[in-house]
């Protein structure tokens, strides 16, 4: 059976669903998420939905009806002063804080999508991402202002609206932080001279309160099938492109998160989000899952280094913490954390990247709850497979499908490999992305048949359970054998004196392909690191085609903002060093 | 001599000092910091066994009057400034041990500084004339606490009152080394034209030293370098407006001038170095902190 052919597959993983999973979804309640965004704040109104702790513990929140206040008048300014109509892209290039909601939210009441930016982005990857977008407003932190200059007179935006870190703390200790930011770490550059009109977040509030308009006229209409996000991602090949991530998508995505972790959500939880929001993880789980159900987000700014978080875990009843291998393995090494893990807490939910297995097991020991490990991508909005939290969770798989969601393990040729065996991971549900804006070709590479191509080669075991076994594009070829970079990275992860390594291939006359490892040595390990010692380590764990041929000790390894290890950045260096090589 | 007014002022701006030390940290803190006791004990050593025998070694060399022995012994055995809270902390150090350095310096002082003020000036042969009756210390010591206690609680209770307060108290140290230098200095400036070098040696050198010694007594111990660093500065910067309070509440006249001239020129020049040395202090802390996180990935 060809999977592409739209054949009705079978879902053998929903025997695993036990009694708290839903086999099917229930049917969609909102609209888009302007509604659900409303239908949440007239729900909690009187309850608070974001507080935002910086580093030395000051902090400022926003209760639901505030919010909903807020992105009404943001969402009227867009409307009356900056032109935007339905389908327009307003990009939110801001650090997690009160700012961010206020400013998406009123993206979506205004009937706009959101182009979600990396607050670190250089000026570069600025222009093409707000060009290849169509962005007409940037609202953007002030921290990062001096880079308009370089940007704004290369793209079409018309508006710049900024925030601060401090955005809506009360007055003292919004002026205590933005002195610091200023006088102290010099973090707040001016803003240059800019040909078109600049102002802050709270004026621009202003003036849209002012206009008395109910931005309900531009929601209203939304379709779920219009889109939501132009959400960025670097993808497989090069240049950032946007995933189309439509209403439905999100609100699909967001009824599949509570599918399988209702049972242990309620509306009094206290969500750690450390991660950044412009991400998608953190985007759907955290900012509006957690907020639709009435929860309360503790967003932090800048979770580097991962001292930040201190006072925000120890002065809020922390019931969730989503976050990534590093964050978590970076948590458990500070002192305050080990001393006193928060006591409320209920569960962890890892992504990203792969959840080391020691890391989950020090995890629970030291918090007496579990880490659930999900797998998604940008494209699929992103949740595709998540481990039960009712006690069947297995370590080192990425778990089940959510519900509404098949998935299939194909071969090159398109066809399901037998069972057991790995194959590369294709998703198909309501959650899977719109296509690449403006990438039709791209679009077709990767959505076929409305089956999406993850690029990720998995296995599937007993109970639909299942485990990455590497991306697609990173195996290496030696000789004709496959190998699999992540089986040598573990491999090499056991040698004490190891705390990071990377595998990439690089040409080889004999083999095609041969192995080299990059390893970043552990400070805190007494013993030396050799390549000898790596070498022979392998040799006794590895058949000897998948022993590293070459090995390169580093200070550090290449990192994307949420702490994955960029094997790309160190390929794009072996292509480098062998060009005219060979 | 301060008047009554200048003295209750300086008391009332200690106060305020004290309550944004208080307000600077939680109980779980403390907790946190006693899981490592070693470094409050390695603190308390460099600043009740170095300091003062640095205090002394200067004295002597340097051959100074009895006058301003007193002044350099008693700045050398005062317990640790709340300003080296705030160079700690803006040095990213172990704010915690800082503050617990500070705290139980202070508290330990109410024994250490009049048995090491006898015992130096002892052998200094201080006569009695120039003695600091020790109840005084003890005395100052117990009053300043209670602020202590009341920052403490307040920053439990709300961070944004809290981490004010703590600010109020940082710009208050500040405040306080200029009061007295307005108002001491205008009525001794023949004193400081009459200053031999070898006093604005004794006054820069002791804070120097300080924090070169304690730096040093601290990574010999086994301190890691943040702490170490951390140590050097809480060594270093003393508790300058304190030592002016003991002062006026101890001396009179002309003696009280004499007496005081050595913790007046230290608090002033104090500022000055602490800065240069917090900066250097930051870049290093900065620098580790980013390679510290990035290597964060522990396998087992």
Not at chain 1, 78 to 94: D, N, S, T
Not at chain 1, 289 to 300: H, K, M, Q, S
Not at chain 1, 395 to 410: E, H, K, R, Y
Request: hydrophobic fraction near 45%; proline fraction near 7%.
């Amino acid at each position: 059976m060809n999977r592409t052919d739209g054949a009705v597959p079978t879902r053998p993983w929903i025997d695993s669903y036990g009694t708290s999973i839903p086999a099917e979804l229930p049917p969609q309640a909102h609209r888009s998420l302007a509604h659900l965004v409303r239908t949440a704040c007239r729900q909690h109104a009187g309850k608070t939905a974001f507080t935002c702790v910086v580093p030395n513990g000051m902090n400022g929140s926003l209760g639901f009806a505030r919010v909903d206040a807020m992105s009404d008048a943001f969402a009227a300014f867009l409307h009356h002063h900056c032109g935007v109509r339905r389908g327009a892209r307003v990009a939110v290039q801001l650090p997690n804080g009160l700012a961010y909601p206020v400013a998406a939210f009123g993206v979506f009441k205004a009937g706009a999508v959101l182009v979600n930016t990396n607050p670190l982005y250089t000026p570069t990857e600025m222009i093409h991402q707000f060009n290849d977008s169509g962005a007409e407003v940037l609202v953007i932190c002030d921290m990062f202002a001096d880079k308009l200059a370089e940007v704004i007179p290369q793209t079409g935006i018309r508006t710049v609206v900024l925030a601060g870190v401090p955005e809506f703390f009360p007055r003292i200790p919004e002026a205590i932080v933005r002195g610091v930011q200023k006088v102290w770490s010099r973090t707040l550059p001016p803003v240059p001279p800019l040909d078109i009109p600049v102002l802050r977040l709270r004026d621009a509030l202003a003036k849209g309160r002012a206009t008395g308009a109910d931005p309900a006229e531009w929601w209203d209409g939304l379709r779920p099938d219009d889109l939501a996000l132009l959400q960025y991602t670097g993808g497989t090949t090069g240049v950032a492109k946007g995933a189309m991530l439509s209403h439905a998508n999100i609100l699909s995505n967001l009824q599949q998160v509570l599918a399988m972790g209702r049972s242990h959500m309620t509306g009094n939880d206290c969500v750690l989000t450390a991660l950044p929001l412009y991400h998608i993880f953190a985007f759907t789980a955290n900012l509006m899952t957690f907020f639709e159900i009435g929860a309360r987000n503790i967003l932090v700014p800048s979770p580097r280094p991962v001292q930040n978080i201190q006072r925000a875990i120890e002065n809020y009843p922390i019931t969730w913490i989503t976050g990534v291998n590093t964050l978590f393995n970076g948590l458990m090494n500070e002192e305050w954390f080990a001393a006193f893990p928060p006591k409320h807490l209920v569960a962890a939910i890892a992504g990203g990247t792969a959840l080391h297995r020691s890391v989950a097991t020090r995890w629970a020991v030291m918090t007496g709850t579990p880490i659930a490990e999900g797998y998604g991508l940008t494209e699929s909005s992103p949740l595709v497979s998540f481990n039960p939290l009712s006690g069947a969770a297995r370590p080192g798989s990425i778990g089940i499908p959510v519900p509404g969601t098949d998935v299939a393990l194909v071969d090159a040729d398109d066809a399901p490999v037998a069972d057991g065996e790995p194959g590369e991971l294709i998703v198909k549900g309501p959650q899977v992305m719109q296509g690449y804006w403006n990438r039709p070709e791209e679009t077709a590479a990767t959505v076929k048949g409305g089956w999406l191509y993850t690029g990720d080669v998995a296995v599937m075991e007993e109970g639909g359970f299942l485990r990455i076994v590497d991306r697609k594009k990173d195996m290496v070829l030696v000789s004709g054998f496959n190998v699999y970079p992540n089986e040598v990275e573990d491999c090499l992860a056991k040698i004490p004196e190891v705390l990071e390594a990377a595998v990439v291939g690089i040409p080889d006359g004999a083999s095609g392909e041969a192995v080299r490892a990059y390893v970043v040595r552990n400070p805190d390990a007494p013993g030396e690191l050799s390549r000898e010692a790596i070498i022979a380590h392998c040799r006794t764990h590895l058949t000897g085609y998948k022993v590293p041929k070459s090995v390169i000790i580093r200070d550090e390894l290449p990192k994307s903002p949420i702490g994955k290890i960029l094997r790309k950045d160190l390929k794009a260096e072996v292509k480098a060093e062998f060009a005219g090589k060979t | 001599m301060l008047t009554e007014l200048e003295t209750t002022l300086l008391g009332v701006m200690m106060m305020i000092i004290m309550l944004g030390m208080g307000a600077s940290m939680t109980p779980r803190d403390f907790l946190i910091a006693f899981r490592k006791p070693k470094g409050i004990l390695v603190g308390l050593l460099s600043q009740f066994a170095v300091m003062p025998f640095l205090g002394f070694l200067l004295a002597v060399a340097l051959g100074l009057p009895a006058p301003l022995v007193v002044g350099l012994i008693l700045i050398a055995c005062m317990p640790g400034g709340t300003t080296s809270n705030i160079f700690a902390y803006f040095s990213k150090g172990v704010l915690a041990l800082s503050i617990m350095m500070t705290t139980v310096s202070t508290l330990v002082a109410v024994v250490m500084v009049p048995l090491l003020l006898s015992f130096y000036g002892g052998l200094a042969g201080v006569g009695a004339e120039n003695r600091i009756p020790p109840e005084n210390v003890a005395q100052i010591l117990v009053v300043l606490l209670v602020p202590t206690i009341l920052g403490m609680i307040l920053r439990k209770f709300s961070p944004n009152v809290g981490a004010t307060v703590e600010l109020i108290g940082s710009f208050m140290g500040v405040v306080v080394i200029l009061f007295l230098i307005a108002s001491w200095v205008p009525r001794n400036y023949q004193l400081l034209l009459d200053t031999g070098l070898a006093i604005y040696f004794a006054t820069i050198g002791i804070g120097l030293m300080g924090m070169l010694f304690g730096y040093w007594v601290a990574r010999g111990l086994g301190q890691d370098t943040n702490r170490a660093r951390t140590i050097s500065l809480e060594t270093g910067i003393q508790n300058g407006p304190l030592a002016v309070l003991v002062i006026t509440l101890s001396f009179t006249g002309q003696q009280q001038q004499e007496v005081l001239l050595i913790p007046i020129l230290y608090s002033l020049f104090i500022v000055l170095t602490s800065t240069a040395i917090t900066l250097w202090y930051r870049r290093n802390a900065t620098r580790e902190a980013l390679a510290r996180d990035a290597a964060k990935v522990q396998p087992t």
